[in-house]
Antibody, heavy 121, light 108 residues
């Protein structure tokens, strides 16, 4: 069975930084693009970032471009999201998501349970 | 940016009834539309991708239809575990993708 386990969330001050991690198992990690999708408290879903299976291609939503960076380590079956200079609007549950194929194309077929990021002083 | 509008916002039905949920796109997304189910306190789950393809392990009572700008998720006979929030999501000209605001399916 596919398992995605996120970690690294917590309380971060505005303008600080945080790195989220997601460790995967149950599938050939390098054969799948990975993404992060977030959900603000009581709100809907928002795609944040994606990375291809080999790690060469990355994509970010306009709302986080220049502040967030997605990366992966295929030797450790882990994907990361570096969050820099967050604001209150970035407070959300961040889900690690497996995509259907090697190259990111936006079909999210497995989700982790999420890690909560709270931006507050 | 393509905007997805889901209707109704809330749907109240009884077990055994048929549910019809709608998703309308602000411009054509071809067939690049997915549906997700989210239960309270849980992560979303992929139900349907590319408008009408059921994801692995999804029961046959869930079906998707539509193309262009108008899409429908149908649950043929509601089971107690189907009461949840449903989101549509488009991936036309990916990235970015966008999600609808959700439809809450409540027990009547």
């Amino acid at each position: 069975d596919v398992q995605l386990v996120e970690s690294g969330g917590g309380l971060v001050p505005p303008g600080g930084s945080l790195r989220l991690s997601c460790t995967a198992s149950g599938f050939t990690f390098s054969n799948h693009a990975m993404s992060w999708v977030r959900q603000a408290p009581g709100k809907g879903l928002e795609w944040v970032s994606s990375i291809s299976g080999g790690g060469v291609s990355t994509y970010h939503a306009d709302s986080v471009k220049g502040r967030f960076a997605i990366s992966r380590d295929n030797s450790r079956n882990t994907v990361f999201l570096q969050i820099n200079s967050p604001g209150a609007v970035d407070t959300a549950l961040y889900y690690c998501v497996k995509e259907q194929t090697l190259y990111s194309h936006g079909v999210f077929d497995s989700w982790g349970q999420g890690t909560l990021v709270t931006v507050s002083s | 940016e393509i905007v997805l509008t889901q209707s109704p916002a809330t749907l109240s039905l009884s077990p055994g009834e048929r549910a019809t949920l709608s998703c309308r796109a602000s411009q054509s997304v071809s067939s690049y539309l997915a549906w997700y189910q989210q239960k309270p306190g849980q992560a979303p789950r992929l139900l349907i991708f590319d408008a009408s393809n059921r994801a692995t392990g999804i029961p046959a009572r869930f079906s998707g239809s539509g193309s262009g700008t108008d899409f429908t998720l149908t649950i043929s006979s509601l089971e107690p575990e189907d009461f949840a929030v449903y989101y549509c999501q488009q991936r036309s000209n990916w990235p970015p993708g966008t999600f609808g605001q959700g439809t809450r399916l409540d027990i009547k």
